[in-house]
């Protein structure tokens, strides 16, 4: 267990069994709002509150590292909260009591009226109804108190970011682990001429921008040609990769309930306020039906496709992997780095995800090494990426990302980031696949349980990049170019899903039409 650094107010922090905690040092600032209201058929979260109130500093640690200061006062608060609650509950107990001498009190009153029927008995009566009125009233308004507060708790709760893992780097700076291939950088090699993505696919004419910007604007784009085949061969040749490893293939929707998104980590906006995913605007007479959106990743509806559900810990793990258009607002500046494909709105993505039998409950129930569980996963889905990115002869180093990088839902993450020339402000790297490990984060606000010895458990959760395709595209083209040919060389293992053909090159005849 890695040793925290520790607030002078803070509470002795307690040992978990969750092996991915990590944390730093604690500043003020103001709670960030959920901004769409769960409808009532949503999966209820059952988010392990009891640890957030043991370990409070611990928690705002975690996001001060994570860059959601927003957040970091949520786990006193959430404490806070907890001691009211207790004070209340011991206040209404004290009211019970009392509302139970009143009404024995009464009974013996009926009692003696019934004997007597004196008018003072009466008037007694009147007397304890009316106490009786008053202490329900009272009871009344700290049931209602009461429910707010746990109300505020779970929101609160809810909110906040997975606990990082201990492999994760505290701050910004991302850990170089391994290379894929030569690296052929512009400066060691004079001779070739290396050229952005956006002129070669523009030369060849199988990129169109300027007709993109007509019918949707900037961030989107017309694949022609070559480059529309091309695609298709990309996301053909990672589903073959990732098929033969024993994933299965899914097509998942595209839209999604905004509380689908949220609890798998995706907000409509980030923690600094900027728009995350596209949300629908619904017509008037279906203001009152739950929120959607558009997903920006096929990890929200394979992750919401198994919510509520109890899974049998014999079928785990469950690989998945799904094609998708994916959608993101990426409120990013506008600039040289994001021209072209890197940064667009619309995308198709071929995306891994699995549930897996948590890491904890192996240790306590299984003997056997071979289990697949989290590491083993994680794992996978790396090699698989490794697989399809040396194939294509492409130069990329794995990083593992450092805590300000993590999303909501990850406890630790590794992206690939390939060699891209025209991006010089980044020394020439680009991200093009990400594996994250997500514990139990998402199955807890989804409610997706796994039966292990007749004891219900969360399992975990981990989501991959198989193939994202702009990106991928770009890079083919850019690190594939022969200047003196004017062509790009289709990598030999998509040429079996574009006909055999070998290279790209500039059809005349084609563009006139075009």
């Not at 995350?276 to 929200?300: F, M, N, R, S, V």
């Amino acid at each position: 267990m890695t040793a925290f650094r520790r607030s002078p107010t803070d509470l002795p922090i307690r040992p978990t069994s969750n092996p991915y905690l990590r944390s730093r040092c604690p500043r003020p600032q103001c709670l960030a709002r959920r901004t769409y209201t769960r409808p009532s058929f949503a999966p209820k979260p059952t988010i392990d509150i009891k640890h957030i109130r043991q370990n409070p500093g611990l928690y705002e640690l975690n996001c001060i590292d994570r860059n959601y200061a927003a957040h970091s006062k949520s786990p006193w608060r959430i404490l806070e909260l907890h001691e009211q609650f207790i004070a209340s509950q011991n206040s209404a107990r004290g009211l019970r009591e009392r509302n139970n001498r009143i009404r024995a009190q009464l009974g013996k009153t009926a009692a003696v009226r019934k004997e007597n029927g004196g008018p003072n008995e009466a008037v007694v009566k009147q007397a304890i109804i009316d106490q009786l009125r008053t202490v329900k009233s009272e009871l009344a308004e700290i049931e209602a108190k009461e429910a707010e507060m746990q109300d505020e708790i779970e929101r609160l709760a809810t909110d906040l970011p997975n606990l990082s893992s201990t492999h994760t780097p505290v701050g910004t700076d991302a850990e170089v682990v391994e290379y894929i291939n030569e690296h052929l950088s512009p400066k060691a090699s004079s001779e070739r001429v290396w050229r952005s993505h956006v002129d070669i696919g523009q030369e060849l004419g199988i990129l169109d921008f300027a007709g993109s910007a007509q019918t949707s604007g900037w961030g989107w784009y017309f694949l022609v040609g070559d480059g529309a085949m091309l695609e298709q061969a990309l996301v053909q040749y990672a589903l073959s990769v990732a098929r033969s490893r024993g994933w299965k293939a899914v097509a998942p929707p595209s839209l999604v309930y905004s509380h689908i998104a949220s609890a798998c980590g995706f907000q409509p906006r980030d923690q600094n306020g900027e728009q995350q995913i596209y949300a629908i605007e619904q017509a008037e007479k279906d203001q009152t039906k739950p929120q959607l959106a558009l997903a920006g990743t096929a990890e929200i509806p394979l992750a919401g496709m198994k919510a509520g559900q109890t899974l049998d810990h014999a079928s785990l793990p469950l690989k998945a992997v799904g094609v998708s258009r994916c959608y993101r607002a990426e409120a990013g500046a506008r600039g040289a780095d994001t021209k072209g494909l890197y940064r667009v709105h619309e995308f198709t993505k071929v995306e891994m995800f699995a549930w897996t039998v948590p890491d904890s409950i192996i240790q306590e129930h299984f003997t056997s090494s071979s289990t697949a569980h989290s590491d083993t996963i994680f794992n996978e889905m790396l090699s698989i990426q490794k697989e399809i990115l040396q194939s294509l002869g492409l130069h990329c180093r794995i990083l593992e990302m450092p805590t300000t990088d993590l999303g909501a839902s990850a406890t630790r993450k590794r992206d690939i980031e390939a060699f891209f020339p025209s991006r010089e402000k980044d020394e020439g790297w680009g991200e093009v696949t990400s594996t994250s490990m997500c514990t139990d984060y998402q199955t807890r606000r989804l409610h997706t349980r796994v039966r292990i010895n007749g004891k219900l458990e969360f399992p975990h959760t981990l989501n991959g990049t198989a193939l994202a395709v702009p990106r991928v595209l770009a890079a083919i083209l850019e690190n594939h170019w022969d200047e003196q040919a004017r062509s790009v060389t289709i990598p030999e293992v998509l040429r079996p899903f574009m006909g055999g053909q070998e290279k790209i090159q500039v059809d005349n005849a084609t563009r006139q039409m075009w």
